[in-house]
């Protein structure tokens, strides 16, 4: 790759935004972290589209069993989302992040081979275990790459390419049902075809991903040393690149973790409930074949892709994410009221609601690991900060795949939905509050009392977020 600073300074603050540009090639553009967004949104929704292709009947499962695979998926997330981070943040990600692509790749496909329920509940688990570690091993390594500011929007493009996910899985799952092969069912090609890519792509991670900045074979010294630099200046006297188990510890001794993990549980009930029973939904609203649903199922994922892509476009590097989470909550509780009272004959009211609640929960879930990242500094403290989050969070995907259980029109699977969508905006507005108030206590801070607070945490290195000169993003 060309030395694109070459004539330019470490602080110049042109050369920063070229740099930004340049890393950007390298880690939105480069082929391999977009690749593995896809294959890991592919992955985890393909078995809603796998259940039109009688995967109950093929398995001899009920639909209780099947809510059950569901559900089981996420309690792999639950146990190793934390570890996986620990593991990430004492790593080489690029080794890290092939491993577990090369192992999602096997459990998927090994998912075609299952003979019974216990067999898909089990690869259901390992598949979740092999994925645990990938989400908030992005969202930490990202932040070993952009600003805060910056981060919101990178991951966004992170969730509008697993929305894309969705809506190749519905196109793929088209194709895959005009297979005719007596050998195999469709839902058996389905698990094949999705799961082989990512095994042939793990090495390609391996050998492409780069590790950290300062490592990046990508860069120059000159660029190694404008982004780290970059890094510093946004981090100011939160930066910290130290590990230790206090740091860790001080994680789940910090009030603003639980509330966190309240806001992504609620998050994640109804993202995960509509992920899981989109095809189910839109099946139930006429009387299409299973391949046409499932070329229905495209247009609400493409535009919650497009969602996305606006939200990040308006939200710029603006630090009001609780303001644009409430926003898109409003959304999602009026896509939700459609469902829940549009008369069962009107098929257009009902997919527009079907479209809309797609939008704003992918929306939703696009800006609450933004959010929650930029206000944990230090390098230790925000890793695990993700992963224990994330991991206590991911309950939510479990209760996800439990609550539509009333098909045909899933009157109470969407009253649960909207009641936590609207639990969750009061805890928004709670942590917004909250953090404020910090904020403000900070502000009236003598040099004193700054002084002992760093003092109490341990000193200006390890103090992270609790310095008394960070300030958290509302």
């Known amino acids: 790759m060309s030395n694109i600073e070459e004539h330019i300074e470490v602080s110049n603050g042109k050369g920063k935004e070229v740099m ?71 790593w080489r990600a690029s080794y890290w992040f092939a491993i577990l692509t090369f192992a999602w790749g096997v459990c998927a496909t090994t998912m075609a081979a299952v003979e019974n329920f216990s067999g898909l509940a089990l690869t259901r688990f390992l598949l979740g275990v092999c994925q645990a570690g990938f989400f908030p091993g992005v969202v930490y390594y990202m932040s070993t790459w952009y600003t805060r500011s910056e981060t919101g929007g990178r991951l966004g493009i992170f969730w509008a390419f697993g929305s894309l996910g969705g809506a190749f899985n519905g196109l793929l799952s088209y194709g895959i049902t005009q297979i005719n092969n007596g050998g195999l069912q469709s839902w058996q090609w389905m698990f094949i075809i999705e799961g082989l890519p990512s095994i042939l792509i793990a090495p390609f991670v391996a050998w492409y991903l780069p590790d950290a900045p300062e490592t990046a074979k990508y860069l120059t010294q000159q660029e190694k040393e404008i982004v780290l630099r970059r890094l510093m200046e946004d981090a100011g006297p939160a930066h910290d690149d130290s590990w230790s188990w206090m740091q860790v510890i001080s994680v789940f001794l910090d009030s603003k ?72 909550n409003f959304i999602l509780m009026i896509g939700f009221l459609i469902l829940m009272f549009a008369p069962a004959n009107n098929v257009a009211a009902n997919y527009l609601g079907a479209c809309i609640v797609t939008i704003a929960v992918y929306a939703n879930a696009a800006m609450k690991a933004p959010w929650f990242n930029r206000n944990y500094g230090g390098l230790t403290r925000r890793a695990v900060a993700a992963a224990v989050i994330v991991s206590f969070g991911t309950i939510g995907g479990a209760i996800g795949g439990q ?24 805890a928004v507005v709670i942590a917004r509050i909250m953090l404020n108030r910090e904020n403000k206590r900070r502000d009236a801070l003598t040099q004193e009392q700054k002084d002992y607070e760093i003092f109490k945490y341990g000193g200006a290195q390890i103090a992270g977020d609790r310095h008394p000169d960070f300030r958290y993003d509302l």
């Open 20 to 90: 930004k540009s340049q890393v950007d090639i390298i880690y939105l553009e480069g082929r391999n972290t977009n690749d593995l967004v896809h294959l890991h949104g592919l992955l985890r929704v393909n078995i809603g589209n796998a259940r039109l292709e009688s995967l109950e009947s093929g398995l001899n499962m009920s639909f209780n069993q099947y809510q059950w695979t569901l559900s089981i998926f996420y309690f792999g997330y639950i146990l190793f989302e934390l570890p996986a981070n620990i593991v990430l943040r004492n």
């Open 257 to 328: 973790t639980y509330i966190f993990i309240v806001i992504y549980i609620l998050g994640t009930i109804p993202l995960q409930g509509i992920v899981a029973f989109l095809p189910s939904i839109i099946l139930n609203m006429g009387s299409w074949s299973e391949p046409i649903v499932q070329l229905l199922t495209i247009p609400p994922y493409t535009m919650a892709c497009i969602g996305i892509l606006f939200i990040i476009y308006y939200s710029g590097s603006r630090y009001s994410s609780a303001t644009h989470i409430i926003f898109s």
């Open 403 to 426: 609550i539509y259980y009333d098909p045909p029109d899933y009157f109470a699977g969407n009253t649960i939905a909207f009641a936590c969508t609207g639990a969750q905006t009061i």
